[in-house]
């Protein structure tokens, strides 16, 4: 069962470990939104790692009509980048949809902690997605899942509601892989009290699939030139 992009809520949270997959739904969403005429904004959240971000995208963002709101110095030299009083914004004008692209495991989503007042205030139009890639280190298992699940709810002050199984490894992903992420997904959630799981992956790798999820087609944007397939 395909899952319309539309059906998100306004406020969208994609936290989870490095590697996850976040910044690639991230993007997905934002424009998803836009060409359904949506006022959309892209937050990048992330103070941690300097590589694959959201804000590399900032200007294919703002041509698609995108608001894009990230770090001060962010895709600089500087080694700390701040997070300008502008974001604070969206709370006070948020639009149809705004999507937080947040940092990596924990360390990132210290972050997100100090939006917490503002996410309460629209608590109803809010989701935390915890996005997983089986196939990454650190969330291969579910005691890993779920470790990782706690501490990122306690640094970012936001309680996960839904979970995506974006279980891949580029394109050597095969649909195997995608269906062990599943259950292991599913099994997690299960513990967690989560009735919302989604699957999200590439659409020729998708069809080949055997799954009990919605899912959802990503298109790849982050993938660096050396990765190209030929």
């Known amino acids: 069962m395909m899952t319309e992009y539309g059906h998100f809520p306004r406020f969208i949270i994609l936290t989870g470990n490095y590697g996850s997959g976040k910044t690639e739904l991230a993007l997905n969403l934002a424009l998803a939104g836009a060409a359904e005429g949506m006022r959309t904004t892209l937050v ?90 089986c196939m990454r280190p650190l969330t291969g298992t579910e005691e890993d899942i779920l470790d990782l699940s706690e501490r990122i709810s306690a640094r970012g002050r936001q309680r996960i509601g839904g979970m995506i199984n974006n279980t891949n490894l580029a394109g050597k992903t095969e649909p195997g892989m995608v269906e062990d992420g599943e259950r292991i997904v599913l099994a997690c959630a299960e513990k967690m009290g989560i009735g919302n799981v989604i699957t999200a992956g590439m659409t020729s790798v998708l069809a080949r699939c055997s799954l009990r999820t919605p899912v959802i087609p990503i298109r790849r944007y982050m993938v660096p030139e050396w990765m190209e397939e030929e």
């Open 44 to 133: 990048d959240l992330d103070i941690v790692n300097p590589y694959f971000r959201s804000g590399e995208k900032a200007a294919e963002m703002k041509a698609a009509g995108i608001r894009m709101l990230m770090p001060t110095f962010a895709l600089t030299t500087v080694d700390i980048p701040a997070l300008p009083a502008e974001i604070q914004s969206v709370f006070e004008d948020p639009g149809d949809r705004v999507i937080f692209d947040v940092g990596g495991d924990d360390t990132g989503a210290a972050a997100l902690g100090r939006y917490a007042p503002g996410f309460a205030r629209y608590a109803g139009e809010t989701a935390a997605l915890m996005v997983v890639n």
